[in-house]
């Protein structure tokens, strides 16, 4: 069964760069048609779609945070990675991995959920 | 850019059908998908590509897409339903979330 896991600290500064790890199990991430995204939710809020990432490298972000976004994949280690820079206290929420049925579809498969904090 | 619009909150009793929506600009010309959310949990997918339902997901959610709005039902609403619902759909290379429902089981 696959399984999505994220990873990284709970706690930036602002200014400073959020940095997360999500490990794909039970599964290959280069397995063809899936895309790998990464969606967060503030406290109390909706959810909001950052960007997703295929094995291969090819990228899609969200136009509103695009200049700040990095997402990689590590195939060698069944990963793919967040990099948020000049991170600010909005940015605050759980950050959550997820499988990309397909390009433009649904996520099928979350990961549990990474609560960061920006604040000083 | 696109917006996906949802009641903030919708109430049902046990037993009866819950009717949740999701409107957008030509939405039916689009995929929509849905997600149920309980408190401290991630999302779980219910519906995708406007009616159809992953495993395990229980027979009495559906879903459509027709016109500007997706609409997600839940018939024979059981306690257990009662979370935040929210809709999602692509447009121009982004992903869209609606601003999610809060379903109610009185």
């Known amino acids: 069964q696959l399984q999505l896991q994220g990873s990284g600290p709970g706690l930036v500064k602002p200014s400073e760069t959020l940095s997360l790890t999500c490990t794909v199990s039970?599964?290959?991430?280069?397995?063809?048609?899936?895309?790998w995204g990464w969606i967060r939710q503030p406290p109390g809020k909706g959810l909001e779609w950052i960007g997703s990432?295929?094995?291969?490298?090819?990228?899609y972000y969200n136009a509103s945070l695009k200049s700040r976004v990095t997402i990689s994949v590590d195939t060698s280690k069944n990963q793919f990675s967040l990099k948020l820079s000049s991170v600010t206290a909005a940015d605050t929420a759980v950050y959550f991995c997820a499988r990309e049925r397909a390009h433009g579809d649904a996520f099928d498969v979350w990961g549990q959920g990474t609560m960061v904090t920006v604040s000083s | 850019s696109y917006e996906l619009t949802q009641s903030p909150s919708v109430s049902v009793s046990p037993g009866q059908t819950a009717s949740i929506t999701c409107s957008g600009d030509?939405?039916?010309?689009?995929?929509a998908s849905w997600y149920q959310q309980k408190p401290g949990q991630s999302p779980v997918l219910v519906i995708y590509q406007d009616t159809k339902r992953p495993s395990g997901i229980p027979e009495r959610f559906s879903g459509s897409n027709s016109g500007n709005i997706a609409t997600l039902t839940i018939s024979g609403t059981q306690a257990m339903d009662e979370a935040d619902y929210y809709c999602?759909?692509?447009?121009?290379?982004?992903?869209?979330f609606g601003g999610g429902t809060k379903l109610t089981v009185l």
């Open positions: 039970g599964g290959s991430i280069s397995r063809s048609s899936y895309y």
């Open positions: 999602q759909a692509w447009d121009s290379s982004t992903v869209i």
């Open positions: 990432i295929y094995y291969s490298g090819s990228t």
């Open positions: 030509k939405l039916g010309e689009k995929y």
